[in-house]
């Protein structure tokens, strides 16, 4: 008799724990499930975007998209944007952090506005950073040339390579403060004790970052890192708004490369196939960070 009202209670939680989860489940189904599904299906037909219209043509999209230059050239555009990008991100991000780490007059002012590139508009950031790069009457070119360090004005967003660092840096400004937030963040967990002891062994500064903070830091740089790769590989606004890909396609990513053939090719298809291809790279940076974090609740 026991044993059956303990069943009967296994069971009723049972069906309570999957209607509980099951909003989720379907959430998941929505935004993620389905237009993966969708978009693999989509990459499998010769489709014309306005009519949504078209043929099954099986794997020949990827096996167009292996042979274009275009795919290669851009999937190399990306990685040179995502390494770039991230590189400064991380650099600018530990110093700032080290900075704010520290006992100033001015630090809860400092924490606050250091956020403000993270959080404000991408569309009022690119408006801010075209009108600073313009080569006519852009501030930048102003102030450097008042200063005689040049004598012509520069032009930053359409010539190569300074349209791809000008994205990249301006890439790292907009996004360099999550690192500082997760960074400092941790900074802040690190016990005094380690410090006192190195000072009393004789370490200077350079000698603690690189013997406590640095290692201290390693678990916490890793999710950054994987993180800001996963999203830095996606980025499609900033570098559409500030060059659109140019000049010509020196600025191209793969996120740019889809929309190109979805809306301006009106290629669907081919577009579907490009965008899975993007997603099988970040599968190993997501592949990388899921390891990483399962080692580190392990």
């Known amino acids: ?25 379907l959430v998941f189904c929505a935004v993620i499930v389905y237009p993966l599904v969708s978009a693999i299906y989509l990459s499998l037909f010769d489709i014309y ?3 949504l219209q078209g043929e099954w043509v099986g794997l020949d999209n990827y096996r167009e998209l292996l042979g274009k230059g275009e795919f290669w050239a851009s999937l190399r555009t990306n990685l040179i944007w995502t390494v770039g990008t991230l590189s400064l991100q991380i650099l600018f991000g530990i110093g700032m952090a080290l900075v704010l780490h520290q006992n100033i007059w001015f630090r ?10 993270y959080f404000i508009s991408t569309v009022v950031a690119v408006l801010v950073w075209r009108w600073l790069f313009n080569d006519l009457y852009g501030i930048l070119n102003h102030l450097m040339m008042a200063a005689g360090l040049i004598d012509m004005p520069v032009d930053y967003l359409g010539s190569m390579p300074n349209a791809m660092i000008s994205v990249i840096l301006v890439g790292a400004w ?3 403060p999550f690192v500082v937030i997760a960074v400092l ?13 190195a000072r009393i062994d004789g370490a200077g500064p350079v000698a603690r970052f690189f013997d406590i903070t640095l290692p201290q830091l390693r678990d916490v740089l890793v999710v950054i890192i994987m993180l800001r790769a996963i999203w830095d590989f996606k980025e499609f606004d900033l ?8 000049p010509v396609t020196s600025t191209q990513t793969l996120p740019l490369l889809v929309y190109k053939e979805a809306f301006s090719l009106n290629n669907m298809g081919m577009a579907a196939a490009y965008a899975v291809a993007m997603m099988a790279v970040m599968l190993v940076f997501m ?3 899921i390891r990483k974090t399962g080692e580190k609740d392990a």
């Open 174 to 176: 907009k996004y360099f």
């Open 239 to 246: 570098i559409f708004l500030l060059t659109g890909g140019g």
């Open 108 to 117: 809860s002012l400092a924490r606050s506005l250091i956020l403000f590139p």
């Open 1 to 25: 008799m026991i044993k059956n009202k303990q069943t009967k209670l296994e069971r009723h939680y049972a069906t309570l724990g999957m209607m509980l989860i099951a909003p989720t489940v």
């Open 185 to 197: 963040a941790r900074l802040q967990t690190i016990p005094d004790s380690l410090y006192e002891a």
């Open 287 to 289: 592949i990388l960070y």
């Open 49 to 51: 975007t306005p009519t």
